[in-house]
């Protein structure tokens, strides 16, 4: 039996995202429907937040800083902590976080690092384009190659989670010369994910929010609902929360996300990434060829753990895993001091191989 064709291929893949979008919005629009017929004035209420909290100015964490990209026009505003010339350290971050997911490894590797954690295109005090097709992911890998130059460097130590891990694979596939060492956490290579999602149904079903988030306006309204209980949930619930055992985050903390997202529009860009995501999928298969760590929380709700092994494959360098049974998605903030120290064994090893 001979295979499909490519064009029965693509049809059936963009019946599957549009079919599995339908039924998103069809479970969030219960639950709506759930929330109001319980307690419909709390539903609706959500806090005016004009103030922002006193630990996104700490300064202990480093300097706020802007930067304007002249091809885009675009501002971007970063976090630099260490001193100026030392080796770059940029770090990129996921869904729904900012700069501030980031404030363990500000701390810890400033000492060394001039470490910058940005704002990606569309979050917090970074310019956010009104059209979606300014978050196509040719643009935003584009961003951190232009961010790089116009920080005065011309390569780097990239590190993502979540969102910003699928970033920063795409910049060490596309601008390998740029990137000196790869960690990446909770993020499988690229090809790896699309390949799994679409044989894995359990992981289809973890990762329902991609096909939600390609309604309009909806998504955003439902994470604004009893004052954005959902945002408060992924942090700190039982089921996609940081775990028993893990740094949980502090009431001030939860308010510097609130903070954040609870601006007028400040969802929207965030989630447009997402909305462009099934135009450039399936995408082929690339191969990685610079050192790479690859940290992976066990009890990430999102992303199921055999997509880590399986991206060995695609790595044509030194390839680390490490796995932390009781950590979460948000390992970085979950499992702070044990990540800190995972990277710095990582980039000492690769100095001492080096020099071997």
Known sequence: MSPPSPAWTALLFWALVYSYCAVCACIELLKLLWSIGRSPGKTFQRIVRENPPACLSDPSLGTHCYVRIKDSGLRFHYVAAGERGKPLMLLLHGFPEFWYSWRHQLREFKSEYRVVALD???????????????????????????????????????????????????????????????????????????????????????SGYYFFFQMPWFPEFMFTVNDFKVLKNLFTSRTTGIGRKGCRLTAEDIEAYLYIFSQPGALTGPINHYRNIFSCLPLQHHEVTMPTLLLWGERDAFMEVEMAETTRIYVKNHFRLTILSEASHWLQQDQPDIVNKLIWTFLKEETIRKRE
């Open 120 to 206: 990606l295109r569309g979050y917090g005090e970074t310019d956010a384009p009104s059209h979606q097709e300014n978050y196509k992911l040719d643009c935003l890998i584009t961003d951190i190659k232009d961010i790089l130059e116009s920080l005065g460097y011309n390569k780097c130590m990239l590190i993502g989670h979540d969102w910003g891990g699928m970033i920063a694979w795409l910049v060490a596939i596309c601008y390998p010369e740029m990137v000196t060492k790869l960690i990446v956490v909770n993020f499988p290579h690229p090809s790896v994910f699309t390949e799994y999602i679409l044989r894995h149904p359990s992981q289809l079903i973890k």
